[in-house]
């Protein structure tokens, strides 16, 4: 991935993963329109291609006056958080961790 790191090594938000953007759209019958636009913030997980992904609304977080600078960025703004869970390229897995439901 060629996301751009924060200073503690963990990469700065970027478009959500396709993986976790098709879970979603397909498994979760999401708006794509609304899930397309949305951003997502990654760290790696126990496995090379597995990571867990943060997604979020970035305009939703300017108007709150949150700057996203990685996945910590969003452990003090939980409310943020549209989706959450664990993604794995190489299997081609993507489970959703975090309660409740985005709205679309």
Not at 18 to 23: A, I, K, N, S
Not at 63 to 69: H, N
């Amino acid at each position: 991935m060629f996301w751009k790191k924060s200073s503690d090594g963990l990469p700065g938000p970027k478009d959500i993963p396709e993986l976790v953007g098709r879970h979603m759209v397909v498994e979760e019958n999401k708006d794509p329109d609304w899930v397309w636009k949305l951003k997502g913030v990654v760290r790696p997980a126990d496995k090379k291609k597995a990571f867990y992904c943060r997604v979020f609304d970035d305009s939703r977080a300017a108007t709150s006056g949150v700057k996203i600078r990685d996945w910590t960025s969003l452990d003090e703004h939980p409310e943020l958080i549209l989706w959450e869970g664990y993604f794995d390229k190489e299997a081609n897995v993507v489970r959703r961790e975090k309660v409740g439901q985005p709205k679309s």
